[in-house]
C-alpha cells in the first residue's frame, strides 16, 4: 500500500486502529478487575491500579477512535453523528450500539473517582453494568467493523475477550462461595442501649 | 551486654521485613510508600506504552494488510439485464453500484453480508453518501446508458 492512499485514508485507519486497541486494553481491564474484584486473586493490591491505568487508556482509545471519524472524508460525520445514537444512518443500529457502549463505558469509567458521592455500594453495583457495555463494545466491532472478517483481528479478539467472558461466567454463575456469607445476626438490627 | 543476650528479640508479623535498626517505622513506612508509588507508576508507564504498541500495530496492519474499500473498474453493457438493474436500482439509489457481485470480492469488505452502507434510510445520508462516491456514482448511474466503465469504492468504518 503506498504512502499515498495511507495518507486519504489515514483518519479511518487511525479509527480502526484506535476500536482495535479499545477493545483488547478493554478486555485485559474487564480480565484484571474481574481477577481482583472476584477474589481469584489475592495479595495482588496493585492490580487495582492495573484496571485503572487499562481503563483509562480504553477510554482515550474510544476517544480517538470515535473523534479521528471526523476527519475522514468519506464517511464525513457530524459530531452528532458520532456522538448521539441512531443520528448517523450509516449502520445505524451497529453504530448506534457502538455510541451507547462507549458513553456508557467512559461515564461507568470516570463514575470511579466519584465514588465516594455515589456511595460505595451503589457504585458496585452501578460498575457491574461496564461488562454489558464491554459485551455490546465486542458486538459493535464484530458486526460493523471492517476488520471483523480479517484472521488477525478475529485471533486478536479470541486472545482477549475469551479469558474475560470465561472470568465473567465464573463470577456471575460458579462462584457462590465469593460473595462473603450473611448470617442471620448480621442482618439483625443492633439492640439500642 | 548480658541483657542483649538475654532479652528476646520482639515478635514481628509474619511476612513483614523488620526496619533496619538505623530506621525509624517512620522513614520505613515512607519508603515503603515510596517503592509503591514507583511501581504503580512503572505499572502506568509500561500500560501507556502497551496501548501505543497495540495502536501502532493495528495501525500498520490495517494500513498494509486491510481493505481500503474496493476500487474497480466495472464494464456495463446496454442491455435488458442492465436495465432491469436499475429498475431495481431505483428503489435504493446508490445500492445498484455495490450489490453487484463482480466488484464486491475484496478482503474484509461485508458490504453483501450486513446492511448496504450506502443505502441509508433517510435522504440526509444520500447526500453523505454521495460526498465521496459522487463523482463515481454519477459514472455508474450513467452505465445503464451505453458502455462505460465506472470506478466504485465501497467500505465500511
Avoid at chain 1, 472524508?73 to 448521539?84: G, Q
Avoid at chain 2, 512503572?42 to 495501525?59: D, G, N
Wanted: hydrophobic residues 40%; charged residues 20%.
Amino acid at each position: 500500500m503506498t504512502v499515498a492512499v495511507i495518507t486519504e485514508h489515514l483518519f479511518w485507519i487511525m479509527s480502526r486502529a484506535a476500536g482495535t486497541a479499545a477493545l483488547l486494553l478493554s478486555s485485559v481491564a474487564v480480565c484484571v478487575g474481574l481477577l481482583f474484584g472476584g477474589k481469584l486473586i489475592k495479595g495482588r493490591p496493585d492490580l487495582r491500579h492495573l484496571h485503572e491505568a487499562l481503563s483509562l487508556a480504553t477510554i482515550v482509545a474510544l476517544v480517538v477512535h470515535a473523534v479521528s471519524l471526523l476527519g475522514d472524508s468519506f464517511l464525513s460525520p457530524s459530531l452528532a453523528d458520532i456522538t448521539i445514537p441512531f443520528v448517523s444512518g450509516y449502520q445505524r443500529w451497529w453504530t448506534s450500539l457502538g455510541i451507547v457502549a462507549g458513553w456508557a463505558m467512559i461515564a461507568l469509567g470516570l463514575s470511579y473517582y466519584a465514588r465516594d458521592r455515589i456511595g460505595q455500594q451503589r457504585w458496585k453495583r452501578l460498575h457491574r453494568f461496564t461488562a454489558l457495555a464491554w459485551i455490546a463494545g465486542i458486538v459493535h466491532s464484530l458486526g460493523e467493523g471492517t476488520d471483523a472478517g480479517t484472521t488477525w483481528f478475529l485471533v486478536a479478539t479470541a486472545i482477549a475477550v475469551l479469558p474475560a467472558l470465561a472470568l465473567l461466567a465464573v463470577r456471575h454463575l460458579g462462584t457462590p462461595a465469593a460473595t462473603p456469607p450473611r448470617t442471620p445476626a448480621a442482618k439483625a438490627p443492633a439492640p439500642r442501649a | 551486654m548480658s541483657d542483649r543476650t538475654v532479652t528476646p528479640p520482639a515478635p514481628q508479623p509474619p511476612r513483614r521485613p523488620s526496619p533496619e535498626p538505623g530506621r525509624s517505622p517512620k522513614e520505613f513506612a515512607r519508603d515503603k510508600l515510596r517503592a509503591r508509588a514507583k511501581r504503580i507508576s512503572r505499572m502506568r508507564k509500561r500500560v501507556v506504552a502497551a496501548s501505543l504498541a497495540i495502536f501502532a500495530l493495528a495501525f500498520g496492519v490495517i494500513a498494509f494488510d486491510g481493505s481500503m474499500g474496493t476500487t474497480t473498474s466495472t464494464q456495463t453493457t446496454a442491455s435488458a439485464a442492465t436495465a432491469a438493474a436499475s429498475d431495481d436500482s431505483t428503489s435504493s439509489s446508490d445500492s445498484s453500484t455495490i450489490s453487484s457481485d463482480d466488484q464486491t470480492d475484496s478482503l474484509g469488505n461485508r458490504t453483501n453480508s450486513s446492511e448496504n452502507p450506502t443505502t441509508p434510510d433517510d435522504s440526509g445520508d444520500d447526500s453523505s453518501s454521495s460526498d465521496h462516491s459522487g463523482d463515481d456514482s454519477s459514472s455508474s448511474s450513467s452505465s445503464s446508458d451505453d458502455s462505460s466503465s465506472s470506478a466504485v469504492i465501497t467500505r465500511q468504518s
